[in-house]
Antibody, heavy 121, light 111 residues
Framework: EVQLLESGGGLVQPGGSLRLSCAAS????????MSWVRQAPGKGLEWVSG????????YYADSVKGRFTISRDNSRNTLYLQMNSLRAEDTAVYYC??????????????WGQGTLVTVSS | QSVLTQPPSVSGAPGQRVTISCTGS?????????VHWYQQLPGTAPRLLIF???NRPSGVPDRFSGSKSGTSASLAITGLQAEDEADYYC???????????FGGGTKLTVL
């Protein structure tokens, strides 16, 4: 079955940076778009960023645009999220999710277990 | 505040039927984008429950069904079981935001 394993979370001070990774296995990674979705403590899901299978196209929520950068290394089957200028409101569990194209849209059929990012002084 | 609106909580007794609504606008569900549903059991990652409004992935019991009409969608769960107690989220695409949007989530309590 598809496996997605996030890493890189931790405690960081406001204004700091962190890079998350998501190691993918058991599917043809380069054939699928991928996304990052986060969940603040006790809150709902929030889509953060997405990237096409080739990596040519990237998408961001307004809340992170200009601060976060999504990328992928298809040779390593790994998805990344570079997070800069972190704020307290970025504190959340970050999930990577495999995206399936559906009639001009996407849904997320597999999710990783998540990695916790805490932004605090 | 989430783009898609869901009731914060619903409840039902074992064996009963419950529905969870997901209301959007002309920029997302009403624009023709499909609705997808996820189940999140306590302390775990979300799991795909319904895709494309009414399709179940392999392994999802047929007690779960979805529908869409206009700017809204619904998730129905029949024959409620204790193991169904979880948070449920709807998801679509928001053209005005140029990104994917989720509902605020609904906590299902099995009485």
């Amino acid at each position: 079955e598809v496996q997605l394993l996030e890493s890189g979370g931790g405690l960081v001070q406001p204004g700091g940076s962190l890079r998350l990774s998501c190691a993918a296995s058991r599917f043809t990674f380069s054939s699928y778009a991928m996304s990052w979705v986060r969940q603040a403590p006790g809150k709902g899901l929030e889509w953060v960023s997405g990237i096409s299978g080739s990596g040519d196209y990237t998408y961001y929520a307004d809340s992170v645009k200009g601060r976060f950068t999504i990328s992928r290394d298809n040779s390593r089957n790994t998805l990344y999220l570079q997070m800069n200028s972190l704020r307290a409101e970025d504190t959340a569990v970050y999930y990577c999710a495999k995206a399936v194209q559906w009639q001009g849209d996407y849904y997320f059929d597999y999710w990783g277990q998540g990695t916790l990012v805490t932004v605090s002084s | 505040q989430s783009v898609l609106t869901q009731p914060p909580s619903v409840s039902g007794a074992p064996g009963q039927r419950v529905t969870i609504s997901c209301t959007g606008s002309s920029s997302d569900i009403g624009a023709g984008y499909d609705v997808h549903w996820y189940q999140q059991l306590p302390g775990t990652a979300p799991r795909l429950l319904i895709f494309g409004n009414s399709n179940r992935p392999s392994g999802v019991p047929d007690r779960f069904s979805g529908s869409k009409s206009g700017t809204s969608a619904s998730l129905a769960i029949t024959g409620l079981q204790a193991e169904d107690e979880a948070d449920y989220y709807c998801q679509s695409y928001g053209s005005s935001l140029s990104g994917w949007v989720f509902g605020g989530g609904t906590k299902l309590t099995v009485l």
